[in-house]
């Protein structure tokens, strides 16, 4: 699997990379109320170190989790005891039963390999899915991740974190190294981490989506100062 995130699952929520799960946590609130109604159980596609479960822990929600690193879900089951995590492929798992939501968050969708992986992803979630529930997930377009190409260091006392990332238009691929040094007593941990990720044109999404078996979808930018046509990351919501 290209992302494994390996080593870097241990310092993932400590440099900052939970804050996705958090904002996604209060628009998914946000949802809930202006639907007048929570969902009961939620399949959490690529739930990473849990930090959405831990999130919305007291909310009622049963959550399963799934995700391909072992390390990931090592972390997530140290924070959230009582929900179930599982290792697998999101585009081949099957779990046996049904759920009132799934969720796919955090550009986890940039990252399938191809785009027929996607489309099986799509169609495990639909799978997953009770007849009117929902599937939401969020998409970097082309425009975000030529956001990617850039040098950034982040220098703190606890830590130096560098980014490098190359956007391939022709392609539309994006890889970013993230290399950290973590303060330990007087030494530094390093971790480094290639992520990679893939986009594909909004219609191709729709049509996807729509062969998948969604009859409603939904997509805003996630970003409300983004209109659409300019957005760097769409939000589906699909049924
Ligand atoms: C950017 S992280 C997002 C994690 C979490 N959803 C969040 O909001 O922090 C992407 C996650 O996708 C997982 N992943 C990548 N490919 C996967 C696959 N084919 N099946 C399951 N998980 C996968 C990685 O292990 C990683 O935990």
Redesign the pocket.
């Known amino acids: 699997?290209r992302?494994a995130?390996g080593a870097f699952a241990r310092y993932y929520d400590y440099l900052g990379?939970?804050k996705?799960?958090k904002d996604?946590a209060v628009r998914l609130k946000a949802f809930f109320r202006l639907r007048c109604e929570k969902p009961l159980t939620i399949l959490d596609f690529?739930?990473?170190?849990g930090?959405?479960e831990k999130t919305l822990a007291g909310s009622g929600i049963k959550f399963t989790g799934?995700?391909?690193?072992s390390e990931?879900l090592r972390i997530a089951r140290g924070k959230c005891r009582g929900v179930k995590f599982v290792q697998?492929?999101?585009?081949t798992i099957r779990l046996g039963k049904k759920f009132d939501m799934v969720l796919f968050?955090?550009?986890?969708a940039n990252?399938?390999n191809s785009r027929s992986h996607l489309l099986r992803v799509f169609k495990n979630a639909r799978h997953h899915l009770r007849e009117d529930g929902y599937f939401i997930f969020d998409f970097l377009t082309a425009i975000g991740l030529e956001r990617w190409e850039h040098i950034d260091i982040r220098q703190k006392k606890e830590f130096t974190v560098i980014t490098n990332g190359f956007y391939y238009p022709d392609e539309l691929k994006a890889d970013i190294f993230i290399e950290a040094f973590v303060k330990k007593g007087k030494l530094y941990d390093r971790v480094f981490q290639k992520v990679a990720a893939r986009t594909y044109p909004p219609s191709d999404i729709l049509k996807g989506l729509a062969t998948s078996g969604f009859e409603k979808i939904l997509a805003s930018s996630y970003n409300p100062v983004e209109e659409i046509e300019e957005a760097s990351r769409l939000w589906f919501v699909c049924s």
């Open positions: 699997m992302n995130y990379w939970d996705f799960a996604a690529a739930c990473g170190t930090e959405l799934v995700d391909a690193s990931m697998g492929d999101v585009a968050l955090f550009y986890s990252h399938m």
